[in-house]
């Protein structure tokens, strides 16, 4: 036995009877957008969850929504450090919006959340090389 818990093991306790949850409740309702947010940081959640009111349990590393006692998503958390203004964050997942953009007109061109959206720098230098394009070759009515 190492000497440091040897001194340590007298007032060791024992372990509580009943394991404590490791991790915190909340609630939030998924908006339109397909957004929730959840301590200054918004996510974007499945389309088919929009208008419903989740249960969440936020573990240090994930989020985990639950409709009634049915796990029906999981996030990575996002943790954002810090005050004031800059104390926002975004966890955007493409693939939790990509039909809605894909169904309105111009929504992607538009969007606040295009820099999350865009995996990658290749796909950031296609998209602005196609924006220029797109504006040389607008039409007149």
């Known amino acids: 036995m190492p000497k ?4 340590e093991l007298p007032t060791l306790q ?3 009877r009943y394991r404590t949850p490791d991790y915190e409740v909340r609630s ?3 908006s339109c957008n397909s957004t929730i947010a959840v301590r200054c940081v918004l996510y974007t959640v499945p389309s088919r969850l929009i208008g419903h009111r989740l249960k969440l349990h936020l573990y240090h590393d994930r989020i985990v929504g639950f409709l009634g006692t049915t796990p029906v998503m999981e996030l990575a958390r996002v943790h954002v450090h810090g005050s004031g203004k800059k104390r926002r964050a975004r966890s955007i997942d493409y693939k939790h919006v990509a039909e809605s ?3 309105k007109p111009n929504a992607f061109l538009y969007c606040q959340w295009q820099s999350e ?14 924006k220029a ?3 040389g070759t607008r039409r007149h009515d």
């Open 4 to 7: 440091k818990f040897a001194l």
């Open 14 to 16: 024992p372990l509580p």
């Open 28 to 30: 939030a309702k998924v």
């Open 101 to 103: 953009l894909r169904r």
């Open 117 to 130: 959206l865009l995996p990658n720098l290749q796909w950031h230098q296609l998209w602005e090389s196609l």
């Open 133 to 135: 394009n797109l504006s």
